[in-house]
Structures are given as structure tokens and as C-alpha cells.
């Protein structure tokens, strides 16, 4: 198929710059597109402008392709929170207006109605129908004491499948003798019986599991088609609407076991539910075609590496017959999506930065059908094969366009949210490196240099580490980095091994030895940038979060050659992480059980290296952090303390796993790493 927005037979610079330029030029004036990726005035971006940041996502198009839906969301600064609501437009981008209050809209099948979720009696999010004629119409159809998720239109149209948690009864229970009229006792402990009993961003879940659930589209009574103390995954519809497509581990002690999971089915009149797929391995992300035959689904055999991509397969209805369809394709699939005609499937893979749009048919075979410096995400397709998508690249934070991939791929905007906003901001230029490292690896990152860029003048550096381990930094707009570019910082972040998007045995790179050679990529990055002559060597500093905070850590106890440091919400102590994190899979990244052999623990740990460290190093971390816990800053920041290395513990409120969700935190987070790292850069 014809690929669409860049060609390949540019320079690196040239082709960054072309990419931005082609991307905004879709529906901008040749003045206003030069204006957003080199600034018409001297405006630089700031922590101010951070609270008028406006987007765009979700967008689901409407079945006959005349509509589009979307979430248009922004940061509200008196409650500290970020907020949305559901608009619509037409498919030419033209009629944008307010719809509804609430979020995750989507269209009924004929494209009558949508459904949504919104605050509801008697508490709580809710369901609700909204009718799309004239009248606009609004019922409530659920009134439940838990929130509904992962909402799926039946394809008649008649009943829409949810999932909910459902609380469950511990084994380990007591008769307390009466309580004394008046009296005031302790309340009742918490019994915890699971394996994973809790989980960052929602605190203790010990007494729940995930269920399936089906209800009227016209209101109803609610009924529960899934059992059991098990979790299971958002259901997919059959053609015939007769049932649903899931993911689960319906087995004893199913908690225990690793990367193992089964595709059931279960039907809606009576709740039978069928075992689709049987192996040993992880099955998942089932998706019905709109035919009946078929049923795709990512696959993999059981391994023990720490990161393989899995394939895309198909079988048929009844879980017979499965085989790859997606060949030697080396890269992780995601967004699913059948084509109407049910002869395949679309989706999206991360590569090298970007994230594209790709088909793989029934016969086997994937294509590209975009190709470019950018990233997009695939949320929705027409009866007439459109897909509703959102497209983020360096100089733009993300909007809605529309994809038509037909021979001749036609992509079009429909939505500028921040045109006004960075209109006269001079955005940093950025420039993607490929430079060698060990072991003869190709290693890619990208640097963002300060607006008027000088290259006769040193800068100072800031090195941005990403967590995981296994994942990608890309070709996305990052405020965050943009606005310590805007602050004269040149700002390189790269993809070491172990990072997705390069294929399976690049991700592997780091099995059993994360963190360690990763650490060799990163350096070389460093020194590639200094070959430049850009960088201030006298003020280079380094940060990371979660992974991110694992490598600072282990960066600092190597080398010297830092000014400061930030570990932020890191991993410090893995004999102390694996059994207090919010999972016990982490058990399973290390050879052996550290009772039985902890030198490998050790071995891996940054703090058996803090003696090694002089680097200024502070620490940030969330207090309510339950993937990476508090724990692991203290123990670092203890053993910093007691050699007398400079460091500061930033212990931030209202915080999971990271430091900026709360958006006076993402602000706090970028000015107390430029404090500290200015602090020590001026010694």
C-alpha cells in the first residue's frame, strides 16, 4: 500500500523539520505553521503557559463517517486537576461544539445514540445514552454502587458489556463478641489472602476482581456474567451478539501463575462460558470479526527472556485452527482494529521513535499504511473504513486527524487545540543522533536544543533516562523537556538497550542484567553529544523516573562526571523492592530467588555502589508511590546521608507512582530539578 506523510530519502535534520512542517501545514497558513515550529517572536515557552495546555483524544467517528466525537480535555488551576468533557464535530472539522459532560464516548452501531460514562446517582461514574437527533435525549441506564468501565455497544445495538469490580469475601474471618453499647473500638483489620493486593493509582484491591457485565441499552437491570475470584479483561462483541470475547486466567491459584493467560468466551442468555485458546503462554486482546469466522488475537509461547514481541494470530470462532498471521514482524502490536470487510486488521506498532499505522491480513502478511517522524494513535473506524486518530510529533503536543487508507492514503486535521497558545513560542529545534556503543549496538536518541541555538556556544546538558525498563521514548511532544530547552539546557534523551521498538533480542539486551550494560549506552550518548562541542562539561546532569530513577541511581555510583543528579522515584535495593512493590512478578527478572542465591539481588542493586558516589544526588518520589515504594528513596537517601554526599528527599503529596499528575506538580517537578541541578552547577 501507498505510504503517506514523509518520504525516507532526506537528512535526519532536514526530515524532522519537513515532517513538523508537513504535519501542520494539513490545515494552517504557510505563516502560522512557521510560527509553531520556529516562533514568529521571541516568546519562549514557560511554566505559565503549562495551565492553558489543551487536547484532543478518543476521537471515535461516527459509523456512516460524517461525525466525529471526541474528549476535549484541559487543566483547571484553581482545583489542581485535569478536566474534560465530550465534543463533536463534523468529519470536515467544521461545527466543533460542547456535547456532554463525562468522558469514553462511543457511537451505538447505526449512529443513533452514543454511550458515555458521567457523575450519576447514586454515586460515582455512571452510564449514560444520549440520543443524536435534534432532541438530544439523555437517560441514565445504570444507578450502580461501583463504576462501570471499558463500555462495548452489542452489534444489534440492543445492550452494551461492561466491566466492574466486585468485592469478595476473605477465607480467614472471626465472630467478635458485642460490642458494649457506646463503645468506640479499633476498626477490623484488613485480611489480605491475594498475591497482588494492591496497585499504584488505586491503593488496596485485595477484596475485588474485575467482572463482566451486560444491560440494557434502553436501562435495565444489570446482570453479572462472569464469576469467580478472577480478574477479567474488557469483553469484545461477536458479530451476532450472542457473546463475548475475553481475557482471563479462570485456574486455581491463577495469581501464581506467570505470563500465562487464556481468551474465553462467554454467552449472554445463559453465561456458559468456553475456553478459546490452550497453551501455555500469554493469549489476549481477542477481537471478533465483524464476519463471525475469525477471532484475532496477540499470542505467545511461555519464555522466561525478559521481553519478547508478541504475535498477531487468528483462529477460528470456536477457538480452532490458530496460526500467525503477522509473519517476521519484529515489533509490538497494539489498537487492534478489523476492517469492515473482515479480510483484516489494523493497528499500531512503536518503531524507532515513531508509532505508525499498519494492516495485516487474514492470509498473513502486514503492510504499512503510514509512514513518518510521528506518532499516532488509532482510536476508531467508519462503516467506510476512516480511522479516527490522534498524530503528536516534536513541535506539537497531539490532535485529531483523520486517516483514509485507501490506495492513495489521505491524511486530514480536524483539530488545532494550542495554535493560539504557541503561536509566537519559539519552540527548540530537535535533532535525532544514531551513535555506536558496546557490543557494536546502533543506538538512537534525539536532542532538543535551547530556541537560537548557537552551535559555537557550550550549553549545559540535562540527560533524561526512560523507566520501564522496556519501554520507548519517541518523537512526541514533551512540554516538560521543550520547557528545559526554553531555559538553555540542551536535552538528550536516547533509547539504550532494553528499550521496545527495536525488535525483540534489542529488548532482550538487559536480561537478567538490568541495570548494567544499558548504562554503556547512555554514556555513549553523552559522548556523542559532547563530540559536538554543544555541551558544558562542567554542567551535565542526569535524571530519570522509575527505571529512569533505577539507572540515575546506578549512573551516579560509575561515574563522577556529572555535576548533580536526580533519582526520582527509583529502585535502589532489589532484595527490598521485589517483595514490596505493588505485584510479585519482579520475583521472576532475577535467576534465582534471592533466599536461594541473593548475589545477583546485590549485584543489580545502586545502592551496593553508593560508596562510589560524589555526585550531588537528590531524590523525588510520590508519598503514596506503590510501584516504586518511599521505601527504596529512604534507603538511598539514608546511605547518602551517612557518607556525607550532598542530597535532598523531595517527598511529594498526592502523588502514585511518579511525580506529575497533579499539575502544580509537574510544575513543582521541573523547578526543583533546575534549582538542584543549578545549585551544583555553579560550585
Known amino acids: 500500500m501507498t505510504k503517506t506523510l514523509l518520504t525516507t530519502n532526506l537528512s535526519n535534520q532536514t526530515r524532522l523539520l519537513a515532517t513538523a512542517v508537513l504535519m501542520l501545514c494539513l490545515c494552517l497558513p504557510a ?15 514557560n511554566l505559565e503557559m503549562y495551565w492553558e495546555l489543551q487536547n484532543a483524544s478518543n476521537p471515535q467517528i461516527s459509523p ?12 483547571d488551576p484553581k482545583s489542581d486537576s485535569r478536566k474534560s468533557e465530550i465534543w463533536i464535530m463534523d468529519a470536515s472539522g467544521e461545527r466543533k461544539r460542547f456535547l456532554a459532560e463525562g468522558s469514553s464516548p462511543s457511537w451505538s452501531p447505526d449512529g443513533t445514540r452514543i454511550a458515555y460514562t458521567a457523575s450519576g446517582e447514586p454515586g460515582g461514574s455512571q452510564i449514560y445514552i444520549r440520543w443524536m437527533d435534534d432532541e438530544g435525549a439523555t437517560s441514565q441506564v445504570t444507578r450502580m454502587t461501583k463504576s462501570p468501565s471499558n463500555i462495548r455497544w452489542s452489534p444489534d445495538g440492543n445492550y452494551l458489556a461492561f466491566t466492574r469490580s ?26 489480605v489472602e491475594r498475591a497482588v493486593y494492591r496497585r499504584d493509582r488505586q491503593g488496596y484491591v485485595d477484596d475485588s476482581y474485575t467482572h463482566i457485565f451486560v444491560v440494557s441499552a434502553e436501562g435495565g437491570a444489570v446482570r453479572q456474567l462472569t464469576d469467580g475470584n478472577w480478574n477479567h479483561s474488557s469483553p469484545e462483541w461477536t458479530a451476532d451478539s ?37 497453551r501455555f503462554g500469554q493469549d489476549s486482546n481477542g477481537r471478533p470479526s465483524p464476519n463471525g469466522r475469525y477471532i484475532a488475537y496477540l499470542g505467545d509461547d511461555w519464555h522466561d527472556n525478559t521481553y519478547r514481541n508478541r504475535k498477531i494470530y487468528l483462529m477460528d470462532r470456536d477457538g480452532s485452527n490458530p496460526r500467525v498471521i503477522s509473519g517476521d514482524f519484529d515489533r509490538s502490536a497494539g489498537s487492534l482494529t478489523w476492517a469492515s470487510d473482515s479480510r483484516g486488521l489494523y493497528f499500531t506498532a512503536n518503531s524507532e521513535g515513531n508509532r505508525n499505522l499498519h494492516y495485516v491480513s487474514v492470509n498473513g502478511g502486514v503492510h504499512d499504511i503510514t509512514d513518518g517522524i510521528h506518532q499516532i494513535s488509532l482510536s476508531s473506524i467508519s462503516n467506510n473504513g476512516v480511522m479516527g486518530v ?21 491524511t486530514e486535521r480536524l483539530t488545532n487545540m494550542n495554535r493560539d497558545l504557541m503561536r509566537n513560542v519559539k519552540l527548540g529545534e530537535v535533532e535525532e543522533i544514531w551513535y555506536k556503543s558496546t557490543d557494536n549496538l ?58 521496545t521498538g527495536y525488535g525483540s533480542a534489542f529488548a532482550n539486551e538487559i536480561n537478567n542484567a538490568y541495570p548494567g550494560k544499558d548504562y554503556d549506552d547512555l554514556i555513549a550518548g553523552v559522548d556523542h553529544l559532547i563530540g559536538k562541542g554543544w555541551v558544558d562539561e562542567d554542567r ?46 519482579w520475583y521472576r527478572n532475577f535467576e534465582h530467588f534471592p533466599w536461594d542465591d541473593p548475589s545477583e539481588h546485590l549485584q543489580r542493586s545502586p545502592l551496593m555502589y553508593v560508596g562510589n558516589v560524589t ?47 497533579q499539575p502544580s506538580n509537574f510544575i513543582r517537578s521541573q523547578l526543583y530539578l533546575r534549582t538542584w541541578f543549578e545549585k551544583w552547577g555553579e560550585q
Open 166 to 191: 466486585v468485592d469478595s469475601r476473605p477465607s480467614l474471618t472471626i465472630q467478635m463478641p458485642a460490642r458494649p453499647e457506646g463503645a468506640s473500638w479499633t476498626p477490623s483489620p484488613k485480611v
Open 242 to 278: 450472542r457473546e463475548l470475547v475475553f481475557t482471563s486466567l479462570r485456574v486455581e491459584d491463577a495469581e501464581l501463575q506467570w505470563r500465562h493467560s487464556e481468551i474465553y468466551s462467554v454467552r449472554v442468555d445463559d453465561g456458559t462460558i468456553r475456553q478459546l485458546t490452550d
Open 442 to 499: 546502533d543506538i538512537q536518541g534525539w536532542v532538543i536544543k535551547p530556541p537560537d541555538f548557537d552551535p559555537a556556544t557550550t550549553y549545559p546538558m540535562m540527560l533524561v533516562i526512560h523507566g520501564g525498563p522496556h519501554a520507548m521514548y519517541g518523537v512526541g511532544f514533551s512540554y516538560s523537556w521543550q520547557e528545559h530547552a526554553a531555559n538553555g539546557y540542551l536535552v538528550l534523551y536516547t533509547n539504550p538497550r532494553g528499550s
Open 615 to 661: 555526585t550531588p544526588t537528590m531524590l523525588m518520589t510520590g508519598e503514596n508511590d506503590l510501584r516504586t515504594p518511599m521505601t527504596q528513596t529512604e534507603e538511598y537517601y539514608a546511605a547518602l546521608k551517612v557518607l556525607g554526599v550532598p542530597t535532598a528527599m523531595v517527598r511529594f503529596q498526592n502523588e502514585w507512582h511518579g511525580t506529575s499528575s
Open 540 to 585: 551535565m546532569y542526569v535524571y530519570g523516573c522509575s527505571g529512569g530513577g533505577v539507572l540515575t541511581a546506578w549512573v551516579v555510583g560509575h561515574t563522577d562526571r556529572f555535576a548533580a543528579a536526580s533519582s526520582n522515584c527509583p529502585v535502589t535495593n532489589w532484595l527490598s523492592f521485589v517483595g514490596t512493590t505493588d505485584g510479585i512478578s
Open 64 to 75: 456512516d463517517g460524517r461525525q466525529v466525537i471526541y474528549t476535549r480535555g484541559w487543566i
Open 31 to 45: 505563516a502560522v505553521v512557521q510560527a509553531q515550529v520556529n516562533g514568529t517572536g521571541e516568546d519562549r515557552l
Open 390 to 410: 490522534t498524530i503528536s510529533s516534536f513541535y506539537e503536543p497531539g490532535d485529531i486527524y483523520l486517516v483514509n487508507p485507501g490506495r492513495t492514503v489521505r
